[in-house]
């Protein structure tokens, strides 16, 4: 079933009514409701995609995007691409994740979420930790790690598996960290990883 939601996004667009949409202009013919199905269930065309892109391109913040964000569900995989790439280096882009995810396939998603860790969004990162997949997990992982960001680390922890975790562990055995770091986060490993911890803690003592 096509979505009528759809019909004042595109009348924005094209600078006409949603009356004009449904009586095919201001003449008021009478249409074929097939023919009208038939258009909102196809992808957006590219002429007016060319407009949708123009508009992402000229815009500095994402608060005076002049285009309902709405317009995702009518993008196809390619244009969603395109569009992903464009609102990436818009300012403030992050406040409008929420609205556009439910759109993005699995590839897309990651794309985002990864941007956002790399950005230093920690704030919205958190809220995205449980839409990720385990690969994502582990790049964000590895990334804060990098970082030295181990505050966040507390957020992640309770969606990472055993092997994210030894990659922790691993971490801070080869740099010769303080485990005293992740004290908070202990009873959050497993038995015989507090077992590595603690023999590492005993090992520098003596």
């Not at 922890?157 to 055993?162: A, K, P, R, T, V």
Request: contains cysteine.
């Amino acid at each position: 079933m096509p979505d009528i939601t759809l019909l004042p996004v595109l009348a924005k667009i094209y600078g006409i009514t949603v009356e004009d949409i449904i009586t095919a202009g201001e003449a008021g013919q009478e249409n074929d409701i097939a023919d009208i199905m038939q258009a909102l269930n196809t992808f957006m065309d590219e002429r007016t995609f060319d407009k949708v892109q123009c508009e992402f391109k000229k815009t500095k913040s994402i608060r005076n995007l002049r285009i309902p964000l709405d317009i995702f569900m009518a993008l196809n995989a390619r244009q969603k691409d395109i569009i992903l790439e464009l609102m990436l280096d818009i300012d403030d882009y992050a406040i409008v994740i929420d609205d556009i995810m439910q759109y993005l396939n699995m590839s897309q998603r990651a794309k985002l979420i990864l941007n956002v860790a790399k950005n230093g969004d920690y704030e919205v990162l958190e809220t995205l930790i449980p839409f990720t997949s385990r690969t994502v997990r582990t790049e964000i992982v590895t990334l804060l790690l990098e970082r030295r960001q181990f505050d966040f680390l507390e957020e992640m922890l309770l969606f990472l598996n055993n092997e994210q975790k030894q990659m922790i562990i691993r971490y801070f055995i080869d740099n010769d960290l303080d485990f005293n770091i992740l004290e908070n986060l202990l009873p959050l490993f497993s038995k015989a990883q507090y077992g590595i911890i603690a023999k590492r803690e005993q090992n520098i003592r003596v």
